[in-house]
């Protein structure tokens, strides 16, 4: 019997390993959350979170606080200095957003800008937003000298826009240019070398564009 194996896919990145890292366990650094991937536990809580320089409320996991230092110099260097706002929450917390959301837009609309409690991507410590020249939460965001240079340079240390624009049927979401989310410089380089924006396209999991 003849068994076809799958084409192997060319790495632009040499000596990129696509298995590094789980997509399923909530201390990978590759760890895929969405709407049809809830945080497992749904009490999780990364065990090494500190507080990110230069925000006192923010916590992210250490390897993505240390990067965001980093991307944070270099955005200063190019005149596109951000402030950040949330990085970690617990999934209390994110309880309580996701009610008043829904008191103030209704859930159809919340749902596609806020995620449920023990559905958020923020619950790993791998996720922050950001902000500038008074665009905070909002599309404008992305035309900000700061929300250009990310798009562009966030790569480079190790951070993707996790909701891009025109991916809402993939990740859930609507574009967040403000929401960065950690993985790495190996895998943001892959996936900027590849042409592909999205986790669950790269990983090849389903689609989670709603709740099942
Ligand atoms: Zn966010």
Redesign the pocket.
């Known amino acids: 019997m003849v068994t076809a194996s799958p084409a192997p896919v060319a790495s632009p990145v040499l000596g990129f390993d696509a298995s590094a890292h789980s997509v399923d366990d909530p201390d990978s650094i590759w760890v895929v959350v969405n709407k049809a991937r809830p945080m497992v536990p749904q009490d999780y809580e990364p065990a090494d979170l500190e507080t990110v320089e230069g925000a006192s409320g923010t916590r992210l996991r250490a390897e993505a606080a240390a990067a965001l230092a980093g991307l944070r110099d270099a955005a200063r260097a190019a005149d596109a200095d951000f402030a950040m706002s ?1 990085g970690f929450r617990d999934r209390d917390l994110q309880g309580s957003l996701y009610t008043t959301y829904v008191e103030r837009s209704g859930q159809v609309r919340a749902d596609r800008y806020s995620a449920r409690p023990g559905f958020s ?2 619950q790993t410590g791998l ?1 922050v ?1 950001v902000h500038a020249g008074g665009c905070d939460l909002q599309s404008c965001f992305a035309v900000t000298p700061a929300g250009r240079f990310l798009a562009e340079h966030a790569w480079e240390h190790g951070f993707i826009v996790r909701y891009p624009e025109g991916k809402e049927d993939v990740t859930g979401y609507i574009f ?1 240019p ?2 960065l989310r950690y993985v790495g410089t190996e895998l943001a380089a892959e996936m900027r070398a590849r042409g592909v924006a999205t986790l669950e396209e790269f990983f090849g999991l389903d689609p989670a564009p709603d709740y099942s």
Request: charge should be negative; avoid cysteine; glycine fraction near 0%.
């Open positions: 949330t991507e923020h996720s937003d967040e403000w929401h």
